[in-house]
């Protein structure tokens, strides 16, 4: 998968280098080198990639292109200490996680309703912090896949157009600025709030491998949860908490809540003999 | 006058509404569909599209949109009813279920969308001329996609991404007991590194520090000692340790990740491959 993306990065390489020189300003420092960026799909199904903002972060952006700016919610801009004009900022340097950077970039700082109200009631299921709108996003060409987990951005040498105020933009409250109210009461009604802090897996410290449709120890590693249980290589993995084990993906899924301290019972069978044993996980991965 | 652009973001917001079907693509011959689209003055994209081989109709293509919408005069025209249930703010009719959306030569079948007159959508309609919904996740999520603004051409090739139903998981979501609502999120790493990090709370750098690596363990092999810093792993920055965890859910397990720590002031780059286990 990963060497598909690097094809098609090489491919677009070559377009990129027959512009060079357009202008002699940008030439010297234009990077035309396609970057992958990693994201994660909320749970409200946005696409959430993470910045940093002036090297304070990192930040959760949604990839949207149906907001026309950079938009960076107010408490976010608070933190960074962003001086703003009429709401408008100027963010001396724009990290994104892969690796691009871009300099001097024009941002909007305001609270969304739509963030304020995800927020709010913690449907994303994960804090976010602004929206990656067009004069960002028109700065590359970008290559979307939900079946892998990095886009691929090139950065385009046309520059997007700059944010434009639009007479006549007053209708665009006609009714909306009602969602505001609505949710606050919805979330009071319901008990909803902000999903408090994620909790690691733990760690257990044995591979898997199937053999013959039998998920089988593969290895246990030295000094690790398993091996003081007494998990051993070769074992067969029979059942997890008295559910029968069919695939390495069921055991991975029984164990993915299971965190540092609480324990693990895998029913094995070594040589004719079957034994339950219990792993107590410790921290790690 | 203030100009509310966050207003004009038209990134969905639900109120949540009635379940809605979810339909399977039928095959679709594995091509490249290349379809222009347009910048308005407000800086959104504009596509055309036939619903149910009616239109064409001028839509915003939204990827802050997790659903599609469509306004009730197009669905009207192009026979869609709502299945209901919801706020019955904006004119909304609840989901439904389009059996063709064609863009350019590109025909999709099954798209979930929403009915309602988005005041939004509405807003910029009346700056540019009519716009009669959003194109969003449950469309696009199902192609590979690409978006090119300086050529101003999408492609779009069928992935085998199920968007599933994300209506009906907020509703599950904000109905679940408040227990269940409140449990943390485990973040599970998708297969077996043999390493544990740290950073303490004053600690504000990038990076973890590595605490220790396990002997024969991946981390071990690819050659991470403890004490070095780790600041990347697969692309991802690990600033706090979640984010370990969130870049170690992430990988291909069996499929070489490239890591950057620090070791005695240099940054040096580690392939580490992740195996299946826990």
Sequence with gaps: ????????????????????????????TFDAKPRLVPFRLTDTHHTLVRVKINGKGPFNFIVDTGCPVFLIA??????????????WAILDSLHMEGGLELKKVKAR????????????MGLAGVELHGL???????????????????????????????PVRLKGAKAATG????????????????????PPPPQPRGFFGFEMEMRNKQ?????????????????????????TADNEVGSIAQVLERASKITAGKTLTLTIERGKKSQDITITADDGF | ?????????????????????????????????????????TQHMVVNVKVNGKGPFRVVFDTGAPDSLVSNKLAKAAGLKGKGGGLPLFGARGAATINSLEIGDLKATNVSTMIMDHPTVNAIASLVGPLEGIIGFTFYSRYKMSIDYEKKLMTFEPNTYVPGDVMQMMMKKMLAPKSVRQAPRILAPAGLFGIRVEKAKDDDEPGVTVKQVL????????????????????GRWTDTVADCYIAAGHVRVGQPAVAFVVRDGKKILLKVTARAGL
């Design chain 1, 175 to 194: 009714g909306m600025d009602m969602m505001v109210s609505l949710v606050r009461i919805l979330t009071f009604f319901a008990g909803l709030g902000p």
């Design chain 2, 1 to 41: 006058m203030k100009i509310q652009f966050a207003l004009l973001c038209i990134t969905v917001f639900f109120i949540p509404a009635a379940a809605q079907a979810q339909g399977q693509d039928q095959k679709q011959p594995p091509k490249k569909f290349v379809v222009p689209f347009e910048i308005i003055k």
């Design chain 1, 109 to 120: 700082v305001e609270t969304p309703f739509q963030i304020e109200g995800m927020n709010g």
């Design chain 2, 215 to 234: 002997a024969d363990s991946p981390a071990g092999i690819a050659g991470f000692k403890a004490g070095d810093r780790l600041l990347t792993l697969d």
């Design chain 1, 1 to 28: 998968m990963r060497l598909r993306w690097l094809g098609i990065g090489l491919v677009l390489l070559v377009p990129s280098l027959a512009f060079a020189g357009d202008t002699k300003k940008s030439a010297k």
């Design chain 1, 132 to 162: 990656m709108g067009y004069t960002v996003l028109a700065k590359y060409k970008m290559h979307f896949d939900y079946t892998e987990k990095q886009m691929l951005w090139t950065p385009l040498r046309t520059e997007p157009l700059p």
């Design chain 1, 74 to 87: 107010e408490p976010v801009g608070k933190k960074i200490g962003l001086k703003t004009e009429k709401g």
């Design chain 1, 215 to 239: 998920v089988i120890v593969a290895r246990v590693l030295a000094d690790s949860p398993a091996a003081k249980a007494g998990l051993k290589k070769g074992d067969r993995i029979t059942n």
